[in-house]
């Protein structure tokens, strides 16, 4: 013989077959268990994502729009689109010391500012501190968004920090037209070839590195 236990497993949470049952001494207990695992008979609304498909530009779903784009509806976010603008600095040389920098989000939300290359180049607020290092700076731009921006397109931007290049040339003293062809040299502090060019042609002219 089945046991109360062994009974209630056998048979289908379906309310029609209650009904049918003649062990009544099992419904209550049957019903109690039903009501249980039955299901909430509240609907609940499907998952979804950005970029999922949708059924009717226009819906709304929590922070998301359905919206036809290219022929198809699929859900977007129903936040406000933001971008950041940023205008990169020029002529920066060893010499500077601190930059401002000039850049803004269209959410006027604050923009977090990070550099990739900290032996070159660092943040103080809203100015570039130069280490005093020849080469290219590289930052990132962004902006994380909040409950009704979304966050915007990091930006990355990179200029250059110029070294300094200086000519090295030792005067020659007195020369004396007999004397000839005389030779000069310089050398650059980058390294660079020198080039000697006469401003003086019917005096003097320069051929290679001789005079």
């Not at 290219?136 to 966050?151: D, E, H, I, P, R």
């Not at 070294?163 to 003293?173: C, R």
């Amino acid at each position: 013989m089945l046991t109360n236990s062994e009974v209630v497993a056998h048979l289908p949470c379906n309310l029609d077959v209650i009904g049918s049952i003649m062990l009544k001494k099992y419904i209550a207990i049957f019903a109690l268990i039903c009501a249980i695992s039955l299901p909430a008979a509240t609907a609940t609304a499907a998952v979804v994502g950005i970029g999922a498909p949708c059924s009717k530009a226009g819906l709304k779903s929590a922070q998301l729009i359905c919206v036809l784009s290219g022929g198809k509806l699929t859900w977007q976010s129903a936040k406000k689109v933001q971008r950041i603008s940023f205008t990169k600095p020029t002529g920066l040389t060893v010499l500077d010391k601190t930059v401002p920098l000039v850049y803004s989000a269209s959410s006027k939300l604050k923009i977090s500012v990070v550099s990739s290359t900290p032996g070159i180049c660092t943040l103080a607020k809203s100015a570039l501190l130069l280490t005093g290092t020849a080469g290219n700076c590289k930052l990132t731009l962004s902006q994380s968004g909040n409950s009704q921006y979304q966050a915007a397109p990091p930006v990355k931007v990179e200029f250059v920090i110029s070294g300094l290049n200086i000519i090295n040339f030792e005067l020659p003293g007195a020369w004396q037209l007999k004397q000839g062809v005389l030779q000069i040299s310089g050398t650059s502090t980058a390294n660079l070839t020198v080039v000697f060019t006469s401003l003086t042609p019917t005096v003097c002219s320069v051929e290679l590195a001789t005079l």
